[in-house]
């Protein structure tokens, strides 16, 4: 989704504002634009499409001189993509240029009080009015005028400015969309996420919700809504350059396939220290635990089925009732939440709009909250009562693999470490479980290594306009994640079904030589299974069934069969989704689809 940075400093702006933007591509985006203050004039070069568009028209940005500028990847929402669309946007008078984040709610209300005030409007967006507000309310002091003007609007954004008469210096304000300073010497910056910061620095400030900045070369001064100034520390940013880098693959969703034995490893490592589950600062005391009734998992997207997936591990373990529901949905439903619920919140990029949103909701019933946490310093992280990160690195193909099982890791850990607070698991089957747990990573480079040729099966399946996958408890949680992987990035129609549920529908869709992707690995269920895969082929079907090593049921009723190695069925999930993965990333790649960046979709959905 949209992405922002800015830069004030000694170099030129430009060529640093063209390779933050770089970074920030993979959040999606359809149009670019940059913006320089030099000689006291802005000057702005905007495109539709790629930013390798935006360096050629800027001469990789040497035709756009200056040393304090601002850049924006704009994701469509209010007017379609467009040189006029895209952001930076200029006001009338030329003197302040701005790009912004989020959706201004209330736009349409303000855009007629500006017009009936003779301000002339460019483009369609719901951002313009914030350019032209500020025209209005600057008097010769540009940090009241953002104040005013931020105080107009309703709604979300992460905004940054310049301003010819400050030809030095950027302001910067945040409410409910990402924003991070990043401190560095005679120059600073800010950017929408970190990975468009760490080629130039690691030092960053986190700036919260209501706080507004005003930043030099040499300075970062931060203020509340009344201009009273907040000190703010500097974290370090600890991610590796290299790995939001290629690394030799064709692709990031590739090369963080390739990952996940180690970002696994890397998530659950640290946690277990001899024998015991240590779940960082999270005070999840024996009385706490044993006074919440139910736990409900909120996510969106894959973060939603990785809830999926894993509910039936705490349920079974733990012995209380979990409830999966989408953010979208539950911060909607008035949902019968007390201070006896255990919120648990997945997401990668922790600034999932919906998510916060039902996050927000769901606190304010009581809830206590537990956030697994890709992004460090995220929103999500810093509003849940707990954050237990997932160690995955930087995440950066938009459709998420290492972000998914490493979820799924730090939700094993959980149910582990509670089933045994909660007394409800014995000594020697926590440690059998824990060492199954332990062994996850090589068991997950084993899947790897056995499906090394799983692009010839992506051969025999790639050239269809639609699938369906089917299974029953935690397969059918993966065959969510499978489904979504593959119509998300080869656009090709896929389905999930609770194989149980054919029959009521279904079944009416299954034609001759309709694939069928049937995931098999849940042995309490393994009969009924088969009994659906007998009956799609029975009408045509073909079926791809995905089971575990050694298992010969399969062979004879399956057109052909994925194989995972047999591992604990508590913690299979992890093992299956990762040839799914592939079977999408092949099947993608034979139709010749943008992988890392699928159209229409975005990395991070900061906007409802
Ligand atoms: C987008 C991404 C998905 C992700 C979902 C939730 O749709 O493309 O990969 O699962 O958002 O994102 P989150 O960052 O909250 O996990």
Same mark, same amino acid.
């Given at each position: 989704m949209c992405g922002i940075v800015g830069y004030t400093g000694v170099q030129g702006a430009s060529p640093i504002l063209l390779e933050g933007l770089k970074k920030l591509e993979y959040r999606g985006y359809d149009s670019a634009g940059i913006a320089l203050v030099n000689e006291g004039v802005i000057s702005i070069a905007k495109v539709t499409g790629r930013i390798a568009n935006l360096c050629e028209k800027t001469n990789d940005g040497k035709d756009y001189p200056g040393t304090c500028g601002i850049g924006h990847t704009r994701w469509a929402t209010h007017g379609a993509p467009s040189d006029n669309n895209a952001h930076p946007h200029l006001s009338n008078d030329g003197r302040f240029a701005i790009v912004h984040n989020g959706i201004i709610e209330n736009y349409m209300s303000l855009h007629d009080e500006l017009t009936a005030k003779g301000y002339h409007f460019e483009s369609q967006t719901d951002t313009e009015v914030i350019v032209h507000l500020l025209e209005m309310y600057y008097k010769g002091d540009i940090k009241k005028a953002v104040i005013k003007t931020i105080a107009r609007l309703q709604g979300s954004y992460a905004l940054g400015v310049i301003c010819t008469e400050h030809p030095d210096k950027l302001y910067v304000a945040r409410e409910a969309s990402p924003l991070i300073l990043g401190v560095g010497v005679s120059e600073n910056f800010f950017a929408s996420d970190v990975t468009a910061l760490v080629s130039y620095t690691r030092n960053a400030i986190y700036l919260e919700d209501g706080e507004f900045a005003e930043i030099s070369p040499e300075e970062i001064n931060v203020f509340d809504c009344t201009l009273k100034p907040i000190e703010k520390k500097i974290t370090r940013i600890v991610w590796d350059i290299k790995a939001s880098e290629k690394g030799g693959y064709e692709h990031f969703m590739l090369k963080e396939i390739m990952e996940q034995p180690r970002a696994f490893k890397a998530t659950i490592a640290p946690r277990i220290k001899d024998n015991d589950i240590v779940l960082d600062e999270t005070e999840l005391t024996k009385e706490y635990l044993e006074s919440v009734n139910k736990i409900v998992i909120t996510a969106c997207g894959s973060a939603y089925y990785a809830g999926c997936a894993a509910k039936y591990t705490i349920e079974k373990l733990c012995r209380v009732p979990v409830i999966t529901e989408l953010a979208s949905e539950l911060r909607y439903c008035d949902p019968l939440i007390d201070e006896h619920t255990l919120l648990i919140v997945l997401s990668q990029s922790g600034e999932t709009a919906d998510t916060i949103a039902a996050m927000k909701e769901c606190k304010s019933k009581g809830a206590k909250t537990i956030a697994v946490v890709n992004v460090v310093g995220s929103t999500i992280a810093t509003l849940a009562d707990h954050a237990l990160y997932t160690w995955a690195g930087p995440e950066i193909a938009v459709a998420t693999t290492k972000g998914f099982t490493t979820q799924l890791a730090v939700l094993y850990l959980f149910a582990l470490y509670a089933a045994k607070k909660l007394n409800n698991i014995d000594e020697e089957r926590y440690l059998s479980l824990l060492s199954s747990l332990k062994s996850m990573p090589k068991k997950i480079q084993e899947t790897l290594d056995t499906n090394s040729n799983i692009h010839k099966i992506a051969i025999k399946y790639y050239d269809n306009k639609s699938m369906f996958f089917i299974g029953r408890n935690t397969d059918y949680a993966i065959a969510l994640e499978g489904a979504l992987k593959m119509k998300e990035i080869s656009y090709i129609h896929a389905e999930s079904y609770?194989? @149980?549920?054919?029959?009521? @529908?279904?079944?009416?869709?299954?034609?001759?030589?309709?694939?069928v992707v049937a995931l098999c690995c849940n042995e309490s269920v393994m009969e009924k299974t088969v009994s659906n895969i007998v009956e799609v082929k029975a009408r045509g079907a073909d079926v791809l069934a995905l089971t575990f090593k050694g298992n010969s049921k399969i062979v004879s009723v399956a057109n052909d069969v994925i194989y995972v190695p047999k591992v604990e069925t508590f913690f299979s999930a992890a093992v299956e989704i990762v040839p799914l993965q592939l079977l999408a990333y092949y099947v993608a790649k034979l139709n010749e689809c943008d992988i890392d960046k699928p159209k229409n979709l975005a990395k991070s959905v900061t906007v409802e």
């Amino acid at each position: 989704m949209c992405g922002i940075v800015g830069y004030t400093g000694v170099q030129g702006a430009s060529p640093i504002l063209l390779e933050g933007l770089k970074k920030l591509e993979y959040r999606g985006y359809d149009s670019a634009g940059i913006a320089l203050v030099n000689e006291g004039v802005i000057s702005i070069a905007k495109v539709t499409g790629r930013i390798a568009n935006l360096c050629e028209k800027t001469n990789d940005g040497k035709d756009y001189p200056g040393t304090c500028g601002i850049g924006h990847t704009r994701w469509a929402t209010h007017g379609a993509p467009s040189d006029n669309n895209a952001h930076p946007h200029l006001s009338n008078d030329g003197r302040f240029a701005i790009v912004h984040n989020g959706i201004i709610e209330n736009y349409m209300s303000l855009h007629d009080e500006l017009t009936a005030k003779g301000y002339h409007f460019e483009s369609q967006t719901d951002t313009e009015v914030i350019v032209h507000l500020l025209e209005m309310y600057y008097k010769g002091d540009i940090k009241k005028a953002v104040i005013k003007t931020i105080a107009r609007l309703q709604g979300s954004y992460a905004l940054g400015v310049i301003c010819t008469e400050h030809p030095d210096k950027l302001y910067v304000a945040r409410e409910a969309s990402p924003l991070i300073l990043g401190v560095g010497v005679s120059e600073n910056f800010f950017a929408s996420d970190v990975t468009a910061l760490v080629s130039y620095t690691r030092n960053a400030i986190y700036l919260e919700d209501g706080e507004f900045a005003e930043i030099s070369p040499e300075e970062i001064n931060v203020f509340d809504c009344t201009l009273k100034p907040i000190e703010k520390k500097i974290t370090r940013i600890v991610w590796d350059i290299k790995a939001s880098e290629k690394g030799g693959y064709e692709h990031f969703m590739l090369k963080e396939i390739m990952e996940q034995p180690r970002a696994f490893k890397a998530t659950i490592a640290p946690r277990i220290k001899d024998n015991d589950i240590v779940l960082d600062e999270t005070e999840l005391t024996k009385e706490y635990l044993e006074s919440v009734n139910k736990i409900v998992i909120t996510a969106c997207g894959s973060a939603y089925y990785a809830g999926c997936a894993a509910k039936y591990t705490i349920e079974k373990l733990c012995r209380v009732p979990v409830i999966t529901e989408l953010a979208s949905e539950l911060r909607y439903c008035d949902p019968l939440i007390d201070e006896h619920t255990l919120l648990i919140v997945l997401s990668q990029s922790g600034e999932t709009a919906d998510t916060i949103a039902a996050m927000k909701e769901c606190k304010s019933k009581g809830a206590k909250t537990i956030a697994v946490v890709n992004v460090v310093g995220s929103t999500i992280a810093t509003l849940a009562d707990h954050a237990l990160y997932t160690w995955a690195g930087p995440e950066i193909a938009v459709a998420t693999t290492k972000g998914f099982t490493t979820q799924l890791a730090v939700l094993y850990l959980f149910a582990l470490y509670a089933a045994k607070k909660l007394n409800n698991i014995d000594e020697e089957r926590y440690l059998s479980l824990l060492s199954s747990l332990k062994s996850m990573p090589k068991k997950i480079q084993e899947t790897l290594d056995t499906n090394s040729n799983i692009h010839k099966i992506a051969i025999k399946y790639y050239d269809n306009k639609s699938m369906f996958f089917i299974g029953r408890n935690t397969d059918y949680a993966i065959a969510l994640e499978g489904a979504l992987k593959m119509k998300e990035i080869s656009y090709i129609h896929a389905e999930s079904y609770a194989a @149980g549920e054919l029959k009521h @529908g279904t079944i009416a869709l299954i034609e001759e030589h309709r694939p069928v992707v049937a995931l098999c690995c849940n042995e309490s269920v393994m009969e009924k299974t088969v009994s659906n895969i007998v009956e799609v082929k029975a009408r045509g079907a073909d079926v791809l069934a995905l089971t575990f090593k050694g298992n010969s049921k399969i062979v004879s009723v399956a057109n052909d069969v994925i194989y995972v190695p047999k591992v604990e069925t508590f913690f299979s999930a992890a093992v299956e989704i990762v040839p799914l993965q592939l079977l999408a990333y092949y099947v993608a790649k034979l139709n010749e689809c943008d992988i890392d960046k699928p159209k229409n979709l975005a990395k991070s959905v900061t906007v409802e």
